[in-house]
């Protein structure tokens, strides 16, 4: 990963007005076959008056979600199947695609090539004729935001001409659900995102501000598309220990804000995603989903009432949560391998590896714990849940939970 070396603020590279009041639309899709993904997308861009010939020549970089380096049948990134559609939409169209992302793990090309393989990028950048990002560089940008003057983005994001936001529809045990907005957060390249975790570690509220600002700064700076894979979601212990769940919608819109608006209700977690309030008390978004311009289907349609949400805890939402109250990671370990990878990924170094009993298990020191619950998103065996008080657990199992 390579330093930025100055401050620099983003040439503008848009074509279209912002819209903060962009319709968003909503499509019945129950498959991962890339072409009749394609014709979705094509439909639903002459629908709402996109052209995609509108960027011949320009670099258009496509962002997924690609957390972890799971296979796409995990549900926990972004389907190939979508991103080959969309990279085949503006490869035909005459514009230099490339498909870019930093995981939440470091960031090198000996990281990004298996991350591409395994989450099924190399076949889609194959198929599609775009290319995949190995450039590990990133500026250092000055924006004017709540939480943050300066934001640390991966160069190829700094250098498109327009971003096309392919995020994976989840809950997410910090942010009740990741979606547009939260996907860009991968903007940030590789453990830099864990010293922003540390920065903000007690004022969740500034931590997601700051993913707000981060994602207006880029949606002000460049032509800004949002793509959603809502075909096959996840719930429970996301954003990547949770189940795969069929809700068979996918969302575009222009505003991802106001297309998180749209997936919140769609999930049944309207007043429980942090990042909405902040985007509507700030005027980027909807209050609700009744306020929203819809493009296609209609949200009661498609929507799915009954997604379990990430954390069992019915607070877990609120502002100010006393400490003895917030939900914690805990770890099984019975699944534990004792890799060492949360030690690493871990912030403010709260976790370590020690002998018990014989076996070798990794404890958390919950004095030190900021709860920004990355060993639980980065654990690739699942051995990480967010665990609140017991009488959270058994209020969730009873059916009384949020």
Not at 58 to 73: H, T
Not at 137 to 159: H, M, N, Q, W
Not at 331 to 356: M, N, Q, T, W
Not at 362 to 386: M, N
């Amino acid at each position: 990963m390579t330093d930025s070396q100055n401050n620099s603020v983003l040439p503008v590279a848009r074509r279209t007005e912002i819209n903060d009041r962009a319709a968003v639309g909503i499509d019945f899709a129950e498959s991962y076959d890339a072409g009749l993904i394609e014709d979705v997308l094509r439909r639903r861009l002459d629908a709402l008056g996109f052209d995609p010939r509108s960027q011949a020549g320009r670099r258009v970089v496509v962002k997924p979600n690609l957390l972890i380096r799971y296979a796409p049948d995990k549900a926990a990134t972004t389907h190939p199947a979508l991103i080959e559609a969309v990279c085949r939409i503006f490869v035909s169209a005459g514009a230099d695609v490339m498909i870019a992302e930093s995981n939440g793990g470091g960031y090198s090309e000996g990281i990004l090539r298996p991350l591409y393989r395994v989450c099924g990028m190399e076949a889609a950048a194959e198929n599609s004729g775009a290319k995949l990002n190995y450039d590990t560089s990133f500026r250092t940008v000055s924006y004017d935001g709540v939480a943050s003057k300066t934001f640390d983005i991966l160069e190829p994001l700094c250098a498109a001409d327009m971003i096309i936001d392919c995020c994976k529809l989840k809950t997410h045990a910090l942010a009740g659900m990741t979606a547009g907005v939260k996907n860009m957060f991968g903007a940030v390249p590789g453990v830099k995102k864990f010293e922003t975790h540390a920065r903000y570690n007690h004022d969740l509220r500034m931590f997601f501000s700051f993913i707000t600002d981060l994602c207006r700064l880029l949606y002000e700076a460049k032509d800004f598309l949002c793509i959603t894979d809502g075909i096959e979601g996840m719930e429970g212990n996301g954003p990547s220990a949770g189940t795969p769940r069929k809700m068979n919608v996918l969302l575009t819109s222009f505003s991802p804000f106001q297309s998180d608006v749209a997936a919140a209700t769609l999930m049944g977690l309207e007043g429980q995603v942090p990042i909405n309030e902040l985007s509507y008390e700030r005027g980027y978004a909807a209050h609700n989903s009744s306020e929203l311009v819809i493009s296609g289907e209609s949200i009661e349609k498609l929507r799915v009432s009954d997604v379990r949400p990430a954390s069992p805890n019915p607070l877990a939402p609120l502002r100010n949560i006393p400490e003895v109250l917030r939900s914690r990671p805990k770890i099984d370990h019975s699944l534990c391998r004792a890799c060492g990878e949360c030690v690493s990924y871990c912030p403010v170094k709260a976790i370590k590896l020690e002998e018990k009993r014989g076996k070798t298990i990794a404890s958390i020191d919950t004095k030190k714990c900021i709860r920004c619950f990355c060993c639980q998103e980065l654990c690739t065996f699942k051995a990480i849940s967010v665990s609140g008080l017991p009488i959270f657990d058994i209020v969730n199992r009873l059916g009384f939970g949020i």
